[in-house]
């Protein structure tokens, strides 16, 4: 079993839906991030989290440590949030190593 | 600033030849790291560094080395490729996080490597 796990792997929408993405993982952790990899396959650092909930934009991410859980949020979503979300956890502070999700794929349709 | 800058974007290699995957931050990153990603599988860690002169293996560095003489440079070389190293290859640096400091990975654009 994945130390990440991501849900749902694909996901379609409606321009304009509220999107929601789960990661869950098994393992004690100091942070979590939220990667978003573009269809040309770049790749931008979305959010860092230890404790709580961040918005930037029409993105939002909550973490629960004690169920071992976050979420990310797309509200009113655009076409141009289609990308693959990839979550991925870090294991203690001052070590950098990261585990990841294997994503998932959002298509928004217009 | 440039940010992470890889090269190639692009490489076919036969079996059994060598090459160097290049990566380069101009933001005085002490971490540096090398990524695969292959299809249904998650990024995997190949080797890392917290700093010029040291090195550290990740989950999957068979097949791999890499050298750190340079804060800026993190070279990452296939002695002997073999087809199961086609992937595509992702570098990254950020700052050396601590108790209370979390920092952003960054990301180069990644080389795509086929080994015939």
Same mark, same amino acid.
């Given at each position: ?110 | ?47 890392? *560094?917290?700093?010029? %002169? ?10 791999? @080395?890499?050298? &750190?003489? =340079? ?21 990254? *640096?950020?700052?050396? %996080? ?10 180069? @654009?990644?080389? &795509?490597? =086929?080994?015939?």
């Amino acid at each position: 079993k994945n130390e990440v796990e991501q849900s749902p792997q694909n996901l379609t929408a409606q321009e304009g839906e509220f999107i929601t993405i789960n990661c869950s993982y098994s393992v004690g952790i100091s942070a979590l991030h939220w990667l978003q990899q573009h269809p040309g396959g770049g790749i931008v650092s979305l959010f860092m989290l230890s404790s709580g909930k961040k918005k930037h934009g029409r993105l939002i991410a909550t973490i629960n440590i004690q169920e071992k859980h976050s979420s990310l949020h797309i509200t009113a979503s655009h076409p141009r949030d289609s990308a693959v979300y990839i979550c991925a956890v870090r294991r203690s502070f001052g070590n950098e190593k990261l585990t990841f999700g294997t994503g998932t794929r959002l298509t928004i349709i217009p | 600033n440039a940010g992470v800058t890889q090269t190639p974007k692009f490489q076919v290699l036969k079996t059994g030849q060598s090459m160097t995957l290049q990566c380069a931050q101009d933001m005085n990153h002490e971490y540096m790291s090398w990524y695969r990603q292959d299809p249904g599988m998650g990024l995997r860690l190949i080797h890392y *560094s917290v700093g010029a %002169g040291i090195t550290d293996q990740g989950e999957v560095p068979n097949g791999y @080395n890499v050298s &750190r003489s =340079t804060t800026e440079d993190f070279p990452l070389r296939l002695l002997s490729a073999a087809p199961s190293q086609t992937s595509v290859y992702f570098c990254a *640096s950020s700052y050396k %996080g601590s108790a209370v400091a979390l920092h952003p990975l960054h990301f180069g @654009n990644g080389t &795509r490597l =086929t080994v015939t």
